[in-house]
């Protein structure tokens, strides 16, 4: 008789930090999957693990739901310090109180604790494999011209 043991239990790691620099809300109005929102990555940094900026051209792909929740897809570039390129994704959500996110897309300052906005984050690097052997998770601020998060490494 084999006995089977219990996964191990997760746990989150402080990995690195993003500071995403935004462009204007493009609004493509409702489209087939809802109202679709695009907003451009202009620039930004990368702190912790690993080092870089993140390159202009990248974008949140967003939907807005009927309930007043986003669905996040963004997309985007970064060269770490080492001249190196890295392709993060990150796909999440952004919910709260209808107030608090009109207040959000007003570009005013709201206190985290009132959204909820989290994200699983993969990334691609043809140099650091240990960011694709890894599944990371990060919590997020949404600010009038910037999303900020720390990315947690789940163990």
Not at 9 to 20: K, M, N, T, Y
Not at 134 to 155: K, L, P, Q, W
Request: glycine share 10%; hydrophobic share 40%.
């Amino acid at each position: 008789m084999s006995t089977v043991a219990d996964p191990p239990i997760p746990q989150l790691e402080r990995a690195f930090e993003v500071d995403a620099e935004l462009g204007p809300l493009e609004d493509h109005g409702r489209t087939g999957v809802g109202h679709r929102r695009i907003i451009p990555v202009v620039g930004g940094t990368i702190t912790g693990e690993f080092e870089g900026e993140l390159l202009a051209g990248g974008a949140d792909w967003q939907v807005v739901r009927a309930d007043g929740s986003i669905a996040l897809d963004a997309r985007y570039s970064a060269r770490s310090a080492d001249g190196e390129l890295i392709c993060i994704t990150a796909r999440g959500v952004r919910s709260g109180d209808p107030e608090v996110l009109e207040a959000l897309l007003r570009g005013e300052d709201v206190d985290p604790s009132l959204y909820y906005f989290r994200t699983a984050i993969a990334i691609e690097s043809s140099t650091r494999p240990e960011l694709e052997h890894a599944i990371f998770v990060g919590s997020c601020i949404r600010e009038a011209n910037r999303v900020r998060y720390v990315a947690f490494r789940v163990t």
